[in-house]
């Protein structure tokens, strides 16, 4: 039996984070598909480029001063930013589920079954059709036009990949348009990044107040690949988040699908539990198990029968053990450490969706 350290790459860490989508079947792909670890490693790598684009990299992390530039005091980016979300194993997953409850909570504070007004959380007339611009750490609005009437349009610029703020002098690369689409039971916003005569993310928010869910749906896309996303999250109570996250990769005939569910994820005594597969030529890869602070297991089976078991110990480094003995190449390894990192992408990938809509869809106090 052979064991290995997990380590996680920056591809993996870039998914964005990844984010994310329920979709159509694969071809040829299911459980009698034999895995294949160099060619699950490739497709996963293929995914990572769709979110690996310059134009992503720009919207990603500018998109953070939005509701700063509408609300003059952003209520959730500048405490999100110190958070250690991108580390691995259970530390990073636990952050990034603590930074997704943060806007969850503030979007659906109003809670189910209580009033709501199309008006509240809107974008108000005031700023409808403004175009904005960056300027000396922020953004300002402009005289330029082209912004949508019932939104507002935030330019994009290249960043740098250190500080991930714009480069000196600026280098403007694109737009985001946000279009406030609220009904009278739910408030919803479409968002839009376009470069040249490219749309790299298309995609809708909605939040249903009544059911206490929130919706993203649409596409991300580097300009030849596209990924189609569908992601449900719902609040409890309780406190407990629940991610529902698909990706669908057309071109490449590959499907991943996790849930995702946290409770008293800020306690020592919260966990996280995860049921992950991902399916497509190369073979059918399921994960599940939970965590703690402290720890735990995910069971890896691939082509219907148990291949390998994954724990993590607290902030450390993942392991990776072959089942009943069995060895686990290096391929095996490098497949699955790629799949395991899907795990925390998902709920960055959700908060990285939701981070340019805030400021339209959070309900008036």
């Given at each position: ?36 670890p ?118 994009l ?9 714009p ?29 040249g ?116 110990t ?15 190449t ?29 400021f ?6």
């Amino acid at each position: 039996m052979t064991m290995r350290v997990l380590q996680f790459s920056k591809r993996s860490v870039t998914l964005l984070a990844a984010v994310c989508l329920g979709l159509s079947g694969c071809g040829d792909s299911g459980p009698d598909v034999p895995f294949n670890p160099a060619g699950t490693s490739a497709d996963i790598e293929a995914v990572n480029d769709v979110f690996g684009s310059a134009t992503f990299a720009s919207f990603s992390s500018l998109s953070v001063l939005f509701d700063a530039a509408y609300t003059g005091s952003p209520l959730v980016s500048a405490s999100a930013r110190a958070m250690d979300i991108r580390a691995g194993g259970t530390a990073g997953m636990r952050a990034a589920a603590m930074r997704s409850a943060l806007r969850l909570a503030a979007l659906l504070r109003a809670g189910p079954h209580k009033s709501f007004s199309a008006s509240s959380g809107a974008i108000p007339p005031e700023i409808a059709g403004k175009t904005y611009e960056y300027s000396g750490g922020s953004y300002v609005p402009t005289d330029r036009t082209g912004a949508p009437a019932t939104g507002v349009r935030f330019l994009l610029y290249a960043v740098d990949p250190v500080t991930f703020m714009p480069v000196e002098p600026l280098v403007e690369t694109g737009y985001v348009d946000i279009t406030d689409l609220s009904g009278s039971n739910t408030r919803s916003a479409r968002v839009q990044v376009v470069s040249g005569s490219t749309t790299y993310l298309d995609y809708t928010v909605t939040v249903n107040s009544l059911t206490g869910v929130i919706a993203v749906t649409g596409f991300v896309s580097d300009g030849a690949n596209r990924a189609n996303l569908n992601l449900r999250t719902t609040l409890s109570s309780s406190g407990a988040l629940t991610l529902v996250y698909s990706l669908d990769v057309p071109q490449r005939d590959v499907s991943i699908d996790l849930t995702l569910t946290a409770s008293g994820f800020d306690t020592e005594s919260g966990t996280i539990s995860l049921n992950l597969s991902m399916s497509g030529p190369n073979g059918t890869v399921s994960m599940t198990g939970q965590f703690t602070a402290n720890g735990g297991t995910l069971t890896v089976r691939t082509g219907g029968r148990d291949f390998a078991t994954i724990t993590v110990t607290g902030a450390g480094a993942p392991v990776i053990t072959g089942a009943d003995g069995l060895p686990i190449t290096e391929e095996d390894s490098a497949a699955l450490e790629s799949i395991f990192g899907l795990t925390t992408e998902a709920f960055l990938s959700f908060d990285g969706m939701l981070a340019p809509v805030v400021f339209v869809l959070e309900p008036a106090a």
